[in-house]
């Protein structure tokens, strides 16, 4: 079965920094790409950045460049979102998600898997 299992949510002040975690089983882990995704109220969900286990290829969406860095501990089967420099517009539910091969990778429908999400808020 597989599962994507995020953590490390909670609130922070302006300014401060979050690591979010997200723990894979049931799958090859090199043979995926993780994406990690933010929903917030009201809003559709976006990309905010993606490693590729298999070439170690980032990306990352442009409101977050600078701030945030995407990490992969193959060893452990966990990818992680360092969150630094967090502005109150990061509040969101984060999520992780899995897909071998996403073709565009912030597309939300390109992810086969997704874990249950981690609530960010980021206070004024």
């Known amino acids: 079965e597989v599962q994507l299992v995020e953590s490390g949510g909670g609130l922070v002040q302006s300014g401060g920094s979050l690591r979010l975690s997200c723990a894979a089983s049931?799958?090859?882990?090199?043979?995926?790409?993780i994406g990690w995704f933010r929903q917030a109220p009201g809003k559709e969900r976006e990309g905010v950045s993606y490693i590729s286990n298999s070439d170690g290829n980032t990306h990352y969406a442009d409101s977050v460049k600078g701030r945030f860095t995407i990490s992969s501990d193959n060893a452990k089967n966990t990818v992680y979102l360092q969150m630094n420099s967090l502005k109150p517009e990061d509040t969101a539910v984060y999520y992780c998600a899995a897909d071998r091969n996403p073709y565009w990778y912030d597309a939300p429908d390109e992810y086969d898997y997704w874990g249950q999400g981690t609530q960010v808020t980021v206070s004024s």
């Open positions: 049931g799958f090859t882990f090199d043979d995926y790409a």
